[in-house]
Each structure stands twice: as C-alpha cells, then as structure tokens.
C-alpha cells in the first residue's frame, strides 16, 4: 500500500505542477496571486481583464476556460457582469468583509474558515484508515490523499491568500471535527453496485484458475462471498474463517490473480507480502485492508502458524490506542488468502480444515475485462437472499481430508507408517498403546523421552490418519496392529 501511495503523490504532485503552470495563465492580469474560485479573487480578475480592454464575454470565457477549480457558470457570469457594468473595488462582503455587523469577528472568521474549506477541498475521514483525506475541488480532480502537517500549511497559507485570518491549528482542528463527512470505502462501494443482471460471474471468475479439483470452485465462490460478507459488516460473530491457497509453479500466476479480485476503487485495500512477525500489527490488518495475500504462505514459521490461524477466526479486533483508558473495538474487513510454489504448506494439523488448498495445474489466464460491479453485485444478491458464506461442519470435514496431501507431517510420520497401521478391534495384532510406548518401539536404542511438543505433533498426525483413541489411566491410547511382515 506504501508505494501506491508514493506512486499517488507523484502523479499528484505532477498534476499540481501543471495545474500552476499552464492552466493559470492569469499572470498578466493579477501578477502574483494564486488562482482561486473565490468571489474576491473572480471579481478583481474579471476587473483586471476589463481595464486590459477585453469585453465582458471574453472575460468570461477566459476565466471559466482557464480557471483550475470548478465554478458555477450562472453565478461566474453574473460577478463578471458586475465588475463589467460598475467600477470601484469589490463589496465588503465580496471581498470577505464584515456581514453589517451581524456577528462579531471570531464567528466572521469561522464562518469564512468554513466557507472556503468547502469551497475549495473535499474532505472525508476515512473510517478504515482512521485518517483525514483531501482533494482539491479541481477541474482535472485528483485522488484523495492523506492529509499530513505539509498539507495543513498549504491548506492554512492558501486560506491567508484569500483574506481569511486563520493558523495552522485553525484548519487542524477543522480537518478532525464533525465538520468533515464520515467516509468508509467499503461501504461505498458496495452501496454503489448495480443491481445483478443475473449472469453468474462469480464462477466463472475462479475457473481462470486450472486444477483438477472440480470440488474447489464450489469452495472457492463460498469464501469470496464471505470476503464481501466482511464488508457488508454480516459476519459480527465469526470473520471469514477460510483462506484459499493457490499452489503451483512459480510464474504461472497466482499473485497476479489474488490482486485482480478486488476493484479498482479498493486496490490501495490490498495488501501483500506482509509477515506475521509482530502480532499487534498483524490484527490490526485485518482493520485497515480488503483483501491481504500471504505470499509464498510456505514460509511461515511453526511460530506464526497459530497467529495465522487466529486471524482467520477473529470477527473484531481490540486495539489499545495510546493514552485511551479502554480499548476499542475495530471491525474486521480483511478476508485472506495465500499461495505458495511448495504442496507442503500446513504445518498444524489440527487447523487444516481452515484452508482451502489446490493445486494449479497450468497457467492462469485472466480476461482482458472484469466487470467488478457485476461479479459483487451477484455476491450481494446471493448473501441477501440467504446463500451461505461460511463453511459447516461437513464442509470443514471434507477439507481435512482433502488437505492430507499438502500437510507437512512430522518425522515420526514416515517412521510409523513403515511399521505400523491404524487397527480395528478383534484384529490380529491389534493392540492399544500409549504414544510413549509406539515411539519406543520405533526407536528401541533412544531412551529420550519425548517432548511435549512431539506428542502434540503426533497426536495430531494419528488423528488424521483416523485411528482409534481411548482415555486410560495413563493418558490416551492409539488402537494400531504391525504392519505384515513386522514384528514389534
């Protein structure tokens, strides 16, 4: 997101240059002064061009043409037409004077402060940024950007250009007030969406993807509307608790795919190559983006395992900002998905059935058009109407079996599947032992016990191969028989 942004303020900055260079031509007539879509500013410059001998429709021409802001036409036409039809300096109220003596000076100030923010910025507060954003009310308009102590000064010298007493901390306190319209990207764009023109899209956009699964576009279309079901704010109780994983070649794809499934208007929500090594940070992505893509998921340690898995379930997070007596629940807008050029990607077998695993078989071949409204706007239609987008217990069965083949079993795995096999009882050989007793037999010359994490890591492991356990005296035991042509 960092460098979206820099890429922003370059072609801002770029765009701010050619707004004060060429489309301000208004040297000639009021040298020194800065553009502005003030009624002081249009009247001494529709007088300025008057006393330079052009005629009145000229003036306006020139000026509406010309000018970087945005101007009402009607209201344009009828300054210039007073500073045509009468001569002198503009009216007090013009030129941001006192109002007849109506209110006192600070309430003037205020007002003019109030007056000129709206003429001449948009303003909202991010909701999911928690951040003040601007755009000036241009002609060519800009991208909102954040609002930074740089922008406060302009913002403040420009106010001070026009006539308007005010300091720096006169427009902060204006930028984090009531007076700036509460805005939450996610909100809007949803809000915006057509209606559905019953085409499914949804499908077809996930069969870009090759495998030979069959099984996982069902999956796959079911955690996409629990992505949009996150931003509706429907999941209050449960976030989205699966994360596709898309493994195959490297090349072939896959990044490129998780990035075009958010819109345009939501790429700076989309967040990529980002590590679990700080916790907090971590959370609180889950916060501030769309769509957050694991990136060679692979690579997470055993350690941020657990933390990957407990974002996955969180529908909220707490954060304790500084100072604040208690902490504040934010709402969770962040759905995840990962890839990875390895099939050993699951470390926790326990957890498996939280990920949608499969393999890509061949290149992925996106179209050259994605018609975003229509594919959220059949997501929508399809969570209204009551389809579900969250995995049930079957669901969650399933994909433990089905993610056997990408799971990283332990050591102890291979060893065990040489030698034993799980067992029914009644069959020859069958015996009920302890994990302590099967890792002696296994290793007969190590007196080591083992540790904590082993038996963990084994308890799991016979769990998924679904062999037998019974609570003893002693612990748990495992139901398994030697394998023909073994004795142990």
Known sequence: MTNRINEFDVRNNQMEEFFNQVISPFEAFLPGMRPSNSDKYLTLLADAIKKAGKSEEWAYDFILDRNPFLLDDAHLKELVHKAFEERGEPSAQQAGGEAGGQVNKIQQETIALQEFMQRRYALRQNEVLGITEYCERKRLHTRYRPVNERVINSIALNAREEGINVWNQDVARYLLSDRVRPFNPFNAFIGGLPKWDHRPRIDKLFRCIPTDDEEWYALAHTWFLGMVA????????????????????????????????????????????????????????????????????????????????????????DEYKLYAAASEQMQRYASLIGTSNNYDVIYDLTGSRRYVCVRVTDK?????????????????????????????????????????????????????????????????????????????????????????????????????????????????????????????
Not at 273 to 278: H, I, R, S
Not at 280 to 300: H, W
Not at 388 to 412: G, H, K, S
Not at 421 to 439: F, M, N, S, V
Request: with cysteine; proline share 7%; charged share 30%.
């Open 230 to 317: 996150l931003w509706m704010g429907r999941n209050r109780r449960k976030g989205n608790e699966s994360m596709p994983i898309l493994i195959g070649a490297q090349g072939i794809g896959k990044s490129t795919f998780c990035r075009s499934l958010l819109p345009p208007e939501l790429e700076p929500y989309y967040l990529e190559n980002f590590t679990l090594g700080d916790r907090r940070k971590a959370l609180l992505m889950l916060t501030r983006y769309g769509l957050i893509n694991f990136d060679e998921v692979n690579r997470l340690t055993e350690r941020q395992q657990p933390v990957l898995k407990n974002m996955l379930q969180l529908p909220t997070v």
């Open 364 to 488: 992925i071949v996106l179209p050259k058009t994605i018609n975003y409204p229509q594919i959220y706007a059949e997501a929508v239609h399809e969570i209204t109407l009551g389809r579900r987008y969250w995995l049930d217990e079957a669901d969650e069965a399933a994909l433990t079996e089905r993610n056997m083949r990408f799971v990283r079993m332990p050591a102890e795995a291979e060893t065990f599947d040489s030698s034993f096999e799980p067992a029914r009882p009644g069959d020859e050989g069958a015996e009920w032992l302890y994990a302590t007793e099967i890792h002696h037999r296994l290793h007969p010359t190590i007196n080591k016990p083992m540790t904590q994490k082993e038996r963990y890591d084994f308890s799991a492991f016979m769990a998924a191969r679904g062999i037998q356990t019974k609570r003893a005296e002693a612990g748990k035991k495992y139901l398994v028989k030697p394998k023909k042509g073994k004795i142990m």
